[in-house]
């Protein structure tokens, strides 16, 4: 099958006509790749980074794993879908047995499957999804591939981390740091919800993009970003969302709380700092600070969320600033080195 291919790390992904065809065991399901969102976590993994968090590619993989398409084969032991359903699927995906999953956080398995693994991931014609009856959601007609791609990873990460992580509460102050993929969709969500949200970018047209999603505030990141928000907030916000997690983010997300505060933790750190981070510990006591991470979303939970896309009051396709082919790829790859890319740019199958 076609697939674009990453062979060496920091080098353009090859696109090649003869990747071999994934094949599906009893609980799996093969989705025929409609539209694929390229997320920082590609570009992450094409820089060979998270070697400190364990993470070792083999060579060479397939990438992408924000996927939305139509299923083409199930395994024998999949009841709930069938050929021809439009489907999404969260980047990892759950076994259903462990204690993790048994508490319903399938989302943080403790034997977590990624595509990339089965034999493809989104940058493929056909992408493998492990337990299928399991983590499989059905898109509704009323979205588009397009719009689902962003549903595998960014603006559901968002969603978890905005509303099951921060909870956040209408008129809360929340500060969102880092306004990538990520950070515009939890602009989007969390002034759907009700709250305060100051978007925080050193990028004059992102944070444009935020003002447009419903951000009330913008401040231009720098080392003044906190003292900045204190003073706008007459004390801090309720909640800090550091989408980027990074050392540029990190403590500046942390000095912007209130008493009794919390960070939501989206982002990861990069090779400059290989997720390790300082910590003003001491403020954490005498504050009651919280901080808590969030990864990804678990297919569980995809139904509340689908229902606001569906109603329109939230709206990743807002997002979607480019799409472009499998050879596209590597365009993009190079202006995230930079920062420069704007929203979500989603490859369209053919
Ligand atoms: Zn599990
Ligand atoms: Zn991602």
């Not at 353009?12 to 990747?19: E, K």
């Not at 399901?29 to 993994?45: M, P, Q, T, Y």
């Not at 999404?88 to 990624?114: H, K, R």
């Not at 549903?151 to 880092?178: D, I, N, S, Y």
Request: some cysteine.
């Amino acid at each position: 099958m076609r697939a674009a291919v990453l062979e060496a790390f920091k080098q353009p992904l090859v696109v090649s006509n003869s990747w071999p065809d994934p094949e599906i065991g009893p609980d799996q399901a093969l989705v025929k790749v409609e539209a694929n969102g390229i997320c920082r976590s590609d570009w992450h993994l094409w820089q060979g980074d998270w070697d400190w968090v364990g993470i070792e590619l083999p060579l060479p993989v397939v990438l992408g794993h924000e996927s939305a398409g139509i299923v083409e084969e199930v395994g024998s032991d999949v009841t709930r879908f069938k050929k021809g359903d439009r489907v999404v699927f969260p980047f990892g995906q759950g076994c259903g047995t462990c204690p993790t999953c048994a508490d319903g956080f399938q989302n943080v398995c403790e034997n977590l499957v990624y595509s990339m693994f089965l034999g493809a991931g989104g940058f493929g014609e056909y992408s493998p999804v492990a337990n299928a009856d399991l983590n499989l959601v059905k898109l509704p007609e009323s979205v588009s591939f397009v719009e689902g791609a962003s549903l595998g990873c960014r603006f559901m990460t968002a969603f978890h981390g905005v509303t099951f992580q921060g909870k956040v509460e209408p008129g809360q102050w929340v500060a969102v740091f880092g306004c990538g993929g990520v950070g515009l969709a939890a602009v989007d969500i969390a002034s759907a919800m009700g709250a305060n949200v100051i978007a925080v970018s050193r990028s004059a047209n992102k944070l444009e993009k935020a003002r447009e999603l419903g951000a009330v505030h913008t401040v231009v990141s720098g080392d003044d970003a906190a003292q900045a928000i204190q003073e706008f907030t007459g004390g801090g916000v309720h909640v800090s969302v550091d989408c980027l997690g990074t050392s540029a983010t990190w403590m500046p997300s942390i000095l912007s709380l209130r008493t009794r505060g919390k960070l939501v933790r989206l982002g990861l750190s990069g090779r400059e700092d290989e997720g390790v981070l300082p910590l003003p510990a001491d403020m954490l006591v005498f504050r009651e600070l919280e901080v808590v991470g969030s990864n990804g979303m678990q297919a569980r939970c995809y139904p509340e969320m689908l229902r606001m896309v569906e109603s329109g009051v939230i709206n990743p396709s807002s997002l979607v600033t480019q799409e472009v082919s499998l050879e596209g790829i590597n365009g993009v790859l190079e202006e995230m080195s930079n920062y420069n890319t704007l929203g979500y740019s989603v490859i369209k199958a053919d």
